[in-house]
T-cell receptor, first 112, second 114 residues
Framework: DGGITQSPKYLFRKEGQNVTLSCEQN?????MYWYRQDPGQGLRLIYY???????QKGDIAEGYSVSREKKESFPLTVTSAQKNPTAFYLC???????????FGDGTRLSIL | SQQGEEDPQALSIQEGENATMNCSYK?????LQWYRQNSGRGLVHLIL?????REKHSGRLRVTLDTSKKSSSLLITASRAADTASYFC??????????????FGSGTQLTVLP
């Protein structure tokens, strides 16, 4: 079955530490996205990529970094510069920008 | 920035009743999409309506779009307890320019009581 796999499901970060969230898709989609969701809130776009080796900042990119070296993979690094990283992180992909998005089941990041 | 805003924020109904959720937005759009999210899970795409369409159906779902009022509604008929979830609208901005992304609203939490 095609889909998006996010790992780990739960992640804990210590102060001053960078952590990387994994996102892999086997849907052959060109576009991939990272969103942040805070309790009771909607999704806010962190970064998106329309094609391999290219990515764009979203609304809340500060303190985050991404890479897109392979079509299937779009990892997100939460750096120590992100002062309030506790949130639910969702990865998504779509055939093209503005098309329906397929989502993974998220990674919940907490601070130790 | 959040363009789509859902109303109401929370809705509680009895099984078998219809549920209506509304979404308002501010700027021109290419299409509008509705998603569902079960607690602790990712979003699932339900239906897409293009800016030149007024109504669309999918099973028990009916979506309307009024571009003059910049609003959309999602109707779930004959609701079931399994429909309990958060529902989000997402606006897809014009293809040109910087709005090459979906903008999600804050969602409506629907509870269907058995």
């Amino acid at each position: 079955d095609g889909g998006i796999t996010q790992s780990p499901k739960y992640l804990f970060r210590k102060e001053g530490q960078n952590v990387t969230l994994s996102c892999e898709q086997n849907l052959n989609h060109d576009a991939m996205y990272w969103y942040r969701q805070d309790p009771g809130q909607g999704l806010r776009l962190i970064y998106y990529s329309q094609i391999v080796n290219d990515f764009q900042k979203g609304d809340i990119a500060e303190g985050y970094s991404v890479s897109r070296e392979k079509k299937e993979s779009f990892p997100l690094t939460v750096t120590s510069a992100q002062k309030n990283p506790t949130a639910f992180y969702l990865c998504a992909s779509s055939i093209e920008v503005l098309s329906p998005q397929h989502f993974g089941d998220g990674t919940r990041l907490s601070i130790l | 920035s959040q363009q789509g805003e859902e109303d109401p924020q929370a809705l509680s109904i009895q099984e078998g009743e219809n549920a209506t959720m509304n979404c308002s937005y501010k700027t021109s759009i290419n299409n509008l999409q509705w998603y569902r999210q079960n607690s602790g899970r990712g979003l699932v795409h339900l239906i897409l309506i293009r800016s030149n369409e007024r109504e669309k159906h999918s099973g028990r779902l009916r979506v309307t779009l009024d571009t003059s009022k910049k609003s959309s509604s999602l109707l779930i008929t004959a609701s079931r307890a399994a429909d309990t979830a958060s529902y989000f609208c997402a606006t897809a901005g014009p293809v040109t320019g910087s709005a090459r992304q979906l903008t999600f609203g804050s969602g409506t939490q629907l509870t269907v009581l058995p």
